[in-house]
């Protein structure tokens, strides 16, 4: 199946790749931008066609039956943002004490235009000690971008400053919905 999912993302659908980045065996890919339900397809499209596997987080309200069965098998894992939880630290701890753990997070949080970054997927891998790949998908050049492993140092707001301005040039497939 891998082989026909390459031919679908890199001949058919046109896109290539520039990634230098391995995969660790503990990782958080922190993708974006984040601008169109088609950022979910391409993701896991490139997922497929590269032959690994990470969870991801999505809003509750998509997982209702027959979707919420898809979405659990492919890897997501519902975000109850009315609930006040502790998913970060949850994760965090998940990530601490299983072998594997691998979690695709879109900062923004939403499809729509925010300045503001969700700060979770960056707790998460300080807490847990693992690196975030910095992930973009970039409409304009058909591209799917990867050239750096951020290690999190505890200096949240210099820290986001640093990732925020990774992705500056990269264009979603609605560019007007993306802000740093």
Same mark, same amino acid.
Request: proline share 5%.
């Given at each position: 199946m891998r082989r026909f999912w390459k031919w679908m993302l890199y001949d058919v659908m046109g896109w290539t790749k520039e990634v230098t980045e391995t995969h660790p065996d503990k990782y958080i890919i922190c993708l974006a931008p984040h601008t169109s339900n088609w950022d979910f397809i391409m993701a896991m499209l490139y997922r497929?066609?590269?032959?690994? *596997?990470?969870? +991801?987080?999505?809003?509750?309200?998509?997982? +209702?039956?027959p979707l919420g069965s898809i979405f659990r098998y492919l890897g997501g894992i519902p975000v109850y943002r009315s609930k006040t939880t502790r998913m970060s630290q949850q994760l965090a701890e998940e990530a601490k004490n299983t072998p594997g753990f691998a979690l695709t997070i879109t900062p923004e949080g939403t499809r729509s235009l925010t300045d503001t970054?969700? *700060?979770?997927?960056?707790?998460?891998? +300080?807490e847990a000690g693992i690196p975030i790949l910095l992930y973009a998908l970039d409409y304009n050049k058909k591209l799917i971008y990867c050239t750096c492993t951020f290690i999190p140092t505890g200096n949240v707001e210099a820290d986001m400053a640093e990732i925020k301005q990774y992705y500056k040039d990269f264009k979603g497939k609605h560019p007007e919905k993306f802000a740093i």
């Amino acid at each position: 199946m891998r082989r026909f999912w390459k031919w679908m993302l890199y001949d058919v659908m046109g896109w290539t790749k520039e990634v230098t980045e391995t995969h660790p065996d503990k990782y958080i890919i922190c993708l974006a931008p984040h601008t169109s339900n088609w950022d979910f397809i391409m993701a896991m499209l490139y997922r497929w066609a590269e032959g690994f *596997r990470t969870c +991801f987080l999505m809003k509750k309200e998509w997982f +209702f039956w027959p979707l919420g069965s898809i979405f659990r098998y492919l890897g997501g894992i519902p975000v109850y943002r009315s609930k006040t939880t502790r998913m970060s630290q949850q994760l965090a701890e998940e990530a601490k004490n299983t072998p594997g753990f691998a979690l695709t997070i879109t900062p923004e949080g939403t499809r729509s235009l925010t300045d503001t970054w969700k *700060r979770g997927f960056y707790f998460i891998a +300080f807490e847990a000690g693992i690196p975030i790949l910095l992930y973009a998908l970039d409409y304009n050049k058909k591209l799917i971008y990867c050239t750096c492993t951020f290690i999190p140092t505890g200096n949240v707001e210099a820290d986001m400053a640093e990732i925020k301005q990774y992705y500056k040039d990269f264009k979603g497939k609605h560019p007007e919905k993306f802000a740093i």
